[in-house]
C-alpha cells in the first residue's frame, strides 16, 4: 500500500522568497512520484515526475524536486516566489511501472504575499 | 489536441436524484481514471479503465455508483439516490500505455453539490 502525507496545508511566502513544500511518502515497492498543481475550479497540471534515475527532476515554472530514498520524501523547492505561484499542490505516488491508481497527499496551499 | 473533457461543469441536485458525468479523454490515450475530491483534501481514486475493461474499482465506489467506458472512448459515471456526502469534485484523467511513469492527464472536473 502507499501513503503520501504533505507537512503543511498552508505554506506562506513572500515574493522572491524560497518555495519549500514538502513530501514524504511510503510505498511497498519502489515508487513513482509526481508533483501536480491545480489552480481554483481547475483540474491538476503536473509540474514534474520521479519514475527512475537522476533523482534531482526539473520541471515547468522553474519548480524542482529530489527524490531521498533513505528519506523517503520528494520535497518541491522553488528558489524564487512568483505570485502566480499561489495555488494548491498536490504530491503523489504511484507503485512503479506496475501500478495505475494514483495515491496523492492532502495538498499545500502555497500563498505569496507582494 | 483538447485535452481531457468534462460535462457537465456544475451539477446541482437534490437527494435522491440519480446523476451522469461525461469524460472525454485525449483521443489516443487507452487508460482512463475516475478520481473524487472532496473540499481540503487531495484526490481519491475511485476506478480505472484500460480501452473499455473496467479494470480497477476503489472500495469507495459504493454499490450506488456505476462506471462504463462502452467503446473505449469517452467515459461516463453515474451515481444513483445521491447522498448529501457524494457532494465533491469529480476528476477524470487519461493517459497512454507507455512502459513507465505514464503522466496522468487531468480534466478541469465536474463539482457536484447534493442539497
Known amino acids: 500500500a502507499q501513503s503520501v502525507t504533505q507537512l503543511g496545508s498552508h505554506v506562506s511566502v513572500s515574493e522572491g522568497a524560497l518555495v519549500l513544500l514538502r513530501c514524504n511518502y511510503s510505498?511497498?515497492?519502489?515508487?513513482?512520484l509526481f508533483w501536480y498543481v491545480q489552480y481554483p475550479n481547475q483540474g491538476l497540471q503536473l509540474l514534474l515526475k520521479?519514475?527512475?534515475?537522476?533523482?534531482l527532476v526539473k520541471g515547468i515554472n522553474g519548480f524542482e524536486a529530489e527524490f531521498k530514498k533513505s528519506e523517503t520524501s520528494f520535497h518541491l523547492t522553488k528558489p524564487s516566489a512568483h505570485m502566480s505561484d499561489a495555488a494548491e499542490y498536490f504530491c503523489?505516488?504511484?507503485?512503479?511501472?506496475?501500478?495505475?491508481?494514483?495515491?496523492f497527499g492532502g495538498g499545500t496551499r502555497l500563498m505569496v504575499k507582494p | 489536441d483538447t485535452g481531457v473533457s468534462q460535462d457537465p461543469r456544475h451539477k446541482i441536485t437534490k437527494r435522491g436524484q440519480n446523476v451522469t458525468f461525461r469524460c472525454d479523454p485525449i483521443?489516443?490515450?487507452?487508460?482512463l481514471y475516475w478520481y473524487r475530491q472532496t473540499l481540503g483534501q487531495g484526490p481519491e481514486f475511485l476506478t480505472y479503465?484500460?480501452?473499455?475493461?473496467?479494470?480497477?474499482k476503489s472500495r469507495l465506489l459504493s454499490d450506488r455508483f456505476s462506471a462504463e467506458r462502452p467503446k473505449g472512448s469517452f467515459s461516463t459515471l453515474e451515481i444513483q439516490r445521491t447522498e448529501q456526502g457524494d457532494s465533491a469534485m469529480y476528476l477524470c484523467?487519461?493517459?497512454?500505455?507507455?512502459?513507465?511513469?505514464?503522466?496522468?492527464?487531468f480534466g478541469p472536473g465536474t463539482r457536484l453539490t447534493v442539497l
Open positions: 484523467a487519461s493517459s497512454a500505455m507507455t512502459p513507465n511513469g505514464a503522466e496522468q492527464f
Open positions: 510505498s511497498s515497492v519502489p515508487p513513482y
Open positions: 520521479y519514475t527512475t534515475g537522476a533523482t
Open positions: 503523489a505516488v504511484k507503485p512503479g511501472h506496475a501500478g495505475n491508481m494514483l495515491t
Open positions: 483521443s489516443e490515450h487507452n487508460r
Open positions: 479503465f484500460q480501452n473499455e475493461a473496467q479494470l480497477e
